[in-house]
């Protein structure tokens, strides 16, 4: 059962170009959901991440966009650069008196072309 | 204020053989995570611990898998004996707030 669903598989962008980046999850415990960011051969690094209780967060060139009622929330990169060509995780995770597990999407990788 | 470390980066074993890798989260993380990452794919929680206890291992062989985590500090992760669809990268995690933090994995991979 795939909790959080991640679209598209990929994507390639022009440098200086916008990638966005769509999840949808179903578990409403959900409470706290982070981008990471992959480069190969390393582990996930937290780009970015958002509460239920704001629509919208930005640092930088990245900004999440979130919508509590359709359980959907989304990865801007604003102005990409062919540094910013990565896999890209969302993933969802719930407080119950300690963190739970976080739930990944399956991942989308992006190719920023000069 | 030093990350998660992981050993080894790189295994290559055959099929049958035992395997074991280490992690040492950051110090005072409480919450310690082995997740399995097949090339492609999303990471996949094994399991996962508040101090030495399991919170969730509901995803783990445990025929051929087992972990621990000694003093509520390092864990271990072994697998034994290892299979073909073994082979992926192993990452530990760490937590003590909303973030976590991974190590850069162990490759493993079984012929």
């Known amino acids: 059962q795939q909790q959080v669903k991640q679209s598209p598989q990929s994507l390639i962008v022009q440098k200086g170009g916008i990638s966005i980046i769509n999840c949808a999850y179903e578990?409403?415990?959900?409470?706290?959901f982070p981008w990471y960011q992959q480069f190969p051969g390393k582990g996930p690094a937290l780009l970015i991440a958002i509460r239920p209780d704001v629509s919208e967060k930005k640092e930088g060139r990245f900004t999440i966009s979130f919508n509590k009622s359709a359980k959907q929330f989304s990865l801007h990169i604003m102005d990409s650069q062919p540094g910013d060509s990565a896999t890209y995780f969302c993933a969802a995770s719930s407080w119950g008196g300690s963190w739970g597990k976080l739930q990944f999407g399956a991942g989308t990788q992006v190719v920023v072309t000069p | 204020e030093a990350g998660v470390a992981q050993s080894p980066r790189y295994k290559i074993i055959e099929k049958r053989q035992s395997v074991a890798f280490w992690c040492n989260p950051i110090s005072g993380h409480a919450t310690l995570y082995w997740y399995q990452q097949i090339l492609g794919q999303g990471p996949k929680l094994l399991i996962q611990f508040q101090n030495n206890g399991v919170v969730d291992d509901s995803q783990l062989p445990k025929d051929r898998f087992s972990a621990e985590r000694l003093k509520g500090v390092d864990s271990t992760l072994k697998i034994q004996p290892a299979k073909l669809e073994d082979s992926a990268v192993y990452l530990c995690?760490?937590?003590?707030?909303?973030?976590?933090?991974f190590g850069q994995g162990t490759r493993l991979t079984v012929v």
């Open positions: 995690a760490s937590r003590m707030s909303a973030e976590a933090f």
């Open positions: 578990n409403t415990a959900f409470d706290y």
